[in-house]
């Protein structure tokens, strides 16, 4: 009897104590993504990039995998220095999610590395990226959160440079 009562005890702490930091988390959020910088609307020139799982098969085997994809279903993300970064992440995997830009000057609360620069994208919701760009090549975004990476939560990401001058030299024989 006293064991049920214990476990009965128990179970109920670690429930309000799971709706507790729950709360917390989605608090933190809240704080978070009402700051100016994540306030812009959706405009025309907005890329929706969605967080989610998709099939894959290797061989014979369909597995479902992370992916960063376009509402088109291409895969990645292509911009021009330009233009800069105009996109809307949606988290559609069953757990929070930060994107990470690989190798990209940007500012900081952008970074995407949970708990330092950000806190996750709950499961559901969505966050506004938009800023300039300072620099052109090839790179990649992640995931930052837990070993989502690993589970192909990653794409890549092209910043094109629009001065057609720059580029392969041609060379005459």
């Not at 959706?42 to 998709?54: G, H, K, M, Q, S």
Request: hydrophobic share 35%; proline share 8%; glycine share 8%.
């Amino acid at each position: 009897m006293q064991l049920g009562v214990l476990g009965a005890l128990l179970g109920s702490t670690s429930l309000e104590l799971f709706r507790k930091t729950r709360a917390k988390a989605q608090s933190s959020w809240e704080r978070f993504i009402s700051q100016p910088t994540f306030q812009r609307p959706r405009n025309p020139d907005t890329v929706v990039l969605e967080i989610a799982t998709a099939p894959i098969t290797v061989l014979g085997q369909t597995l479902d995998r992370g992916c960063i994809r376009q509402l088109n279903g291409q895969r990645g993300y292509t911009t021009t220095q330009a233009k800069g970064i105009n996109l809307e992440l949606i988290n559609q995997l069953p757990v929070p999610t930060t994107v990470h830009w690989h190798g990209l000057i940007l500012p900081n609360a952008m970074d995407g590395v949970p708990y330092v620069t950000q806190p996750p994208i709950p499961q559901g919701q969505c966050q506004r990226i938009h800023y300039p760009l300072v620099q052109n090549g090839t790179f990649w975004m992640h995931s930052h959160y837990g070993l989502q990476t690993q589970s192909y939560v990653a794409e890549p990401f092209v910043i094109l440079d629009e001065d057609k001058s720059v580029g392969l030299i041609a060379r005459s024989a």
